[in-house]
């Protein structure tokens, strides 16, 4: 698919990849994570693929709502798409400047950068009508009920036996096309490692004019990744997690872990229930849709396993 | 200089690109000053240039850093190299949404991007010694002494007659190298229009193995947007600011607007100390290094004559 033999990996990496569920958000512990999560890229670039790094960015949005949030008397807080773009800078420079460092000790020379990126989603997205995704602080009642008022949000009660039970909501629509995809394909051509569409992308909105807008919605990463590794045509769609492989009959007598497996199959156990909403399935959703679009291959994998994932070693590996 | 006709000229825009003084700085706010700023720059792409924008980010970074220091108990402040790709993310965001959007109402496709650039500086600058850019929220003496101790900030007193008249400092030094250039040319060869080395660009220095790291200190944004066209081998740099022509013996009877000039005239100005150290001196220091490296013309002028200074009408128009 690409103009030199080497193959093009569109990378999603999990949350853990950034900061760990038990970290504050520090600077510091933010680079080391990015530190080992890189020492694995830097092994695919040396085993000869081109890569297209994506990533979430739910606890450093989470962080800065947070602050918003708190200095919301002395400055005015920006909406969630402005959110996103700030988030892409800061994950997309500890990236950039951490793999660049890697490169340097080696003595080789890659070009790397991030890359603001737009998401485009549809008006009629249900998730618009019924907003799932929580963002942002946990609020008491009488918060929740006061910002439902002054700011129009959508607030849901989503840990009951708490003192705060309440967020807000917003939606998760699905992403339809990566804006700056021509920009993220010219890189590549220039022999850059690019790191685009964080936190799945700024979500924005086409208006009656052809103008986009940006909205207050939040897009599952590794669906946006799906999408763009599909418009920058790469071969491979590699979604990393916490896990080796993804497994059917999850946590019962019959567990079993997903090796190599075809699209039908992987279909079949999505549609009878193996995945679960909020983890795994999205995961599989989008790694069917990039082989369905014509894809060589989806690999869901842990970070440790990712360069044998990519020798077929280990990992779910899905095929036509 | 470059390999097609068009010639590519490297903006750098003032502070009220963005948000005028007035301001809180709310996204609204912010979205309609670029646009008013995107009219302009959709003359000069339809005047047949190509174009890289670099912008400023002291009203951005300096509300970000209230933000953070109102939730310090509960989320951990970022250092300002983070802060700084942070404010890349989102006005990068406005600029490229604003002006995809202008071209879309034409009909016209073309890429923009904003790329988070890092901006070499010196271990042996000396700022590092005596910083001098003030930044972030103001202080009482108490709370200034608490920090000086707590983090090892240098406070300066920059506010006498204030409640609160201390602020943090930080180093502003040199810039010497744009660490993402190639990303960035190679962009500008596949004819995108590319928002680069925002807010003077992230401030890193080279470790003794070679490797980068990040810094607590503010780069000027036109000494750093010179040093971007000076590597990307642009024909014209042009600095925005409030006013239509840098001047001489400026508020006395003999004030004199300055039109076209030889770098020998300006350097000789400059030295006679006719340009304000925190504002257009810089801006001078910039126009002539770029012309000094071979480039074809810096221009100073507002943005409203922008277009009309690129057609030789207006403006201070540095040439060797």
Redesign the interface.
């Known amino acids: 698919m690409n103009t030199e033999k080497k193959k093009l990996v569109v990378i999603a990496l999990g949350g853990n990849a950034i900061k760990q569920a038990h970290e504050?958000?520090?600077?510091e512990e933010q680079f080391k994570n990015v530190e080992i999560t890189c020492e694995q890229l830097v092994k695919m670039n040396a085993m000869g693929y081109k890569l297209i790094i994506t990533h979430g960015n739910g606890p450093q949005a989470g962080?800065?709502l947070?602050?918003?949030?708190?200095?919301k008397n002395?400055?005015?807080?920006?909406?969630l798409?402005?959110v996103g773009?700030?988030?892409?800078?800061?994950i997309?420079?500890?990236f950039?400047?951490t793999l660049?460092?890697y490169f340097?000790?080696k003595g080789k020379d890659i070009?790397?950068?991030?890359?603001?990126?737009?998401v485009l989603v549809k008006e009629d997205d249900p998730d618009f009508k019924d907003p799932s995704k929580p963002v942002g602080p946990f609020y008491t009642e009488v918060e929740a009920k006061e910002l439902e008022k002054a700011k129009g949000y959508i607030v849901k009660k989503v840990k009951p036996n708490s003192d705060k039970p309440w967020r807000r909501v917003v939606p998760s629509p699905e992403p339809y096309g990566i804006?700056?995809s021509?920009?993220i394909k010219?890189?590549v051509?220039?022999r850059?490692i690019v790191?685009a569409s964080g936190g799945g992308g700024?979500p924005?909105m086409k208006n009656n004019?052809?103008?986009?807008s940006?909205l207050e919605a939040v897009i599952d990463k590794d669906k946006a990744g799906n999408k763009l590794a599909q418009e920058v045509k790469a071969d491979i769609f590699l979604v990393l997690t916490d896990v080796e492989n993804a497994k059917i009959n999850f946590g019962e007598q019959n567990e079993q872990a997903l090796g190599n497996i075809t699209v039908e199959e992987a279909e079949k156990y999505l549609q009878e229930g193996h995945f679960l909403a909020g983890s795994m399935g999205p995961k599989v959703t989008a790694a069917i849709r990039f082989v369905k679009a014509g894809g060589e291959k989806s690999i869901i994998t842990s970070l440790a396993n990712a360069a044998d994932a990519l020798n077929g070693k280990t990992g779910t590996i899905i095929v036509k």
């Open positions: 504050k958000g520090t600077a962080n800065l947070i602050q918003q949030e708190e200095g002395i400055v005015p807080p920006q909406p798409d402005v773009a700030m988030t892409q800078g800061q997309g420079y500890m950039q400047n660049q460092n340097m000790q070009p790397i950068t991030a890359v603001i990126t737009q804006v700056e021509n920009c010219a890189l051509d220039a850059a790191i700024i924005v004019d052809g103008t986009l940006g």
